[in-house]
C-alpha cells in the first residue's frame, strides 16, 4: 500500500530564506498532489505532478518530482509571512486510485 | 471562492443517529472526492466519483455511504454515528483527475 512521508513536520524559518519540504512516497504513484491550509480552513491544490522531472512554479512556490527517487519536493524562495500555512503532498496510487496523504509540515515564517 | 459548495456548514448530532452531507461541484467538473479531516486521522480520502460512477475508494467506513447524482452533485451518508466520526469533511471536485478545488467543508460534531 502506498505510503507518503512528508519532512519536516514543523519548519519555523525567517522571512528572506529559502527552504525546501521533503515528500516521500513508498510506491509508484500517477500523480503527486500539494496543498495548502490555513488554520480553520479549507484546502487549497498548489500543485499537481504528473511524470517525471515535472516541475512547477507559482509564486514563491516550486514543486518538483523524481519518480525515481520517489520524491517530491515543495521549495520556498525568499519566504514571506503571508506563506504561513500548512502544507500537504498526497500521493495517487497507481493500483487503486486511492488518494494517501502525508501528515503535513506546518511552516511558520517570522517576520 | 472555490466554486464548490458544501452543506450545511457545522452539524451537532448524537451517537447513533445518521447525517448526510451535501456537495454541489464546480460548474463542469465530472469527480467528486470526499475527504476526513481529524486530529487523531489526519486527512483521510474517503471515496470518488466520476459522472456518477465510484471510481476510488479509500478508508471509508461501512457505515458510511455516498453517492453523485445525474446533476453530478453528490451526497455522503454517514449513520450510526460514533464519537470518533467527529471531524471535518470536505469536498472537492475536478474535471477528471486533475487539480482539485475544494469546498469549505462541513464541521461534525457527534456527542
Known amino acids: 500500500e502506498l505510503k507518503v512521508e512528508q519532512n519536516p513536520l514543523f519548519l519555523s524559518m525567517q522571512e528572506g530564506k529559502n527552504y525546501t519540504i521533503y515528500c516521500n512516497y513508498s510506491t509508484t504513484s500517477d500523480r503527486l498532489y500539494w496543498y495548502r491550509q490555513d488554520p480553520g480552513k479549507s484546502l487549497e491544490s498548489l500543485f499537481v505532478l504528473l511524470s517525471n522531472g515535472a516541475v512547477k512554479q507559482e509564486g514563491r512556490l516550486m514543486a518538483s518530482l523524481d519518480t525515481k527517487a520517489r520524491l517530491s519536493t515543495l521549495h520556498i524562495t525568499a519566504a514571506v509571512h503571508d506563506l504561513s500555512a500548512t502544507y500537504f503532498c498526497a500521493g495517487d496510487s497507481n493500483r487503486d486510485d486511492k488518494i494517501i496523504f502525508g501528515k503535513g509540515t506546518r511552516l511558520h515564517i517570522l517576520p | 471562492d472555490s466554486g464548490v459548495t458544501q452543506t450545511p456548514k457545522h452539524l451537532i448530532t448524537a451517537t447513533g443517529q445518521r447525517v448526510t452531507l451535501r456537495c454541489s461541484p464546480r460548474s463542469g467538473d465530472l469527480s467528486v472526492y470526499w475527504y476526513q479531516q481529524s486530529l487523531d486521522q489526519g486527512l483521510q480520502f474517503l471515496i470518488q466519483y466520476y459522472n456518477g460512477e465510484e471510481r476510488a475508494k479509500g478508508n471509508i467506513l461501512e457505515r458510511f455511504s455516498a453517492q453523485q447524482f445525474p446533476d453530478l452533485h453528490s451526497e455522503l451518508n454517514l449513520s450510526s454515528l460514533e464519537l470518533g466520526d467527529s471531524a471535518l469533511y470536505f469536498c472537492?471536485?475536478?474535471?477528471?483527475?486533475?487539480?482539485?478545488?475544494f469546498g469549505p467543508g462541513t464541521r461534525l460534531t457527534v456527542l
Open positions: 472537492a471536485s475536478s474535471v477528471s483527475s486533475g487539480m482539485q478545488y
